[in-house]
């Protein structure tokens, strides 16, 4: 999966089914991850973050979960839809107003 | 659509020209970031400013200058470019941390691609 490091470069999903992207961090210390969508020709959009005294937080069609154990994140989109393809990236806080991103994993919905 | 603003969208520019980048936030943030994406590659921090003085310059070639008036306007001059700095760049706003309402949350302009001939 991705990473803020390594990236999954594309996951194709049906229309309907449910969508896990995943991402690896590094720093044990990050007390703050981010999930961005970046449609083609957009810039990112936030989606929804968790900070690390959480391990789950739910959003629209959206949940975030947080495994500080394994330094693993991961964004589930309930009911893909087409709308959803995009490029997805995480992030974590890597010190005062600085983040650190993930190459991206390019979402593909097919109907 | 999100409350960050940049224009142009689009920019070709030869190595020789100067040329200026702007945005504008209207989000009543005051901390506004410049980063550049590149195909395949994170994005890269470059500039941040809070409430409009330059607190974090990520090693940038000085052909590369970024102007702050106010808090919500944030600009970057170009000048002798070369062609691998064509990329995407995007700006940024957030309320920094440790101010009133502030979160580690940054929201992005739709970005000015730039081609360097």
């Given amino acids: 999966g991705e990473s803020v490091g ?18 690896a961090y590094s720093n044990s210390a990050s007390d703050y991850f ?26 629209q069609r959206v949940t975030v979960l947080l495994n500080k154990t394994v330094k693993h994140l991961s964004l589930q989109i309930a009911a893909t839809q087409p709308g959803d393809s995009a490029v997805y ?10 983040l650190v991103f993930g190459t991206g994993t390019r979402l593909l919905v097919s109907p | ?19 200026s980048l702007k945005c504008e936030q209207h989000l009543g943030h005051n901390a506004m970031y410049w980063y550049k994406q590149s195909a395949k590659k994170p994005l890269e921090l470059m500039f941040v400013y809070n409430f409009k003085e330059q607190t974090e310059n990520n090693s940038v070639p000085s052909r590369f200058s970024p102007e702050c008036p106010n808090s919500s306007h944030l600009f970057l001059h170009l ?13 940024a706003s957030s309320q920094p941390p ?20």
Wanted: aromatic share 8%; glycine share 10%.
């Fill in chain 1, 34 to 59: 981010i999930w961005y969508k970046q449609e083609s020709g957009k810039g990112p959009q936030f989606i929804i973050d968790i900070r690390s005294n959480m391990d789950k937080r739910q959003g």
């Fill in chain 1, 89 to 98: 990236f995480c992030a974590e806080k890597a010190g005062f107003q600085k």
């Fill in chain 2, 98 to 117: 440790a101010s009133q309402g502030g979160t580690d949350t940054q929201y992005f302009g739709p970005g000015t691609r730039l081609t360097v001939l």
């Fill in chain 2, 1 to 19: 659509e999100t409350g960050v603003t940049q224009t142009p969208r689009h920019l070709v520019m030869g190595m020789t020209n100067k040329k």
């Fill in chain 2, 79 to 91: 000048h002798t470019l070369q062609p691998e700095d064509s990329a995407l760049y995007l700006c």
């Fill in chain 1, 6 to 23: 390594l990236h999954l470069p594309t996951l194709s999903v049906q229309e309907g089914d449910n969508s896990i992207i995943n991402c």
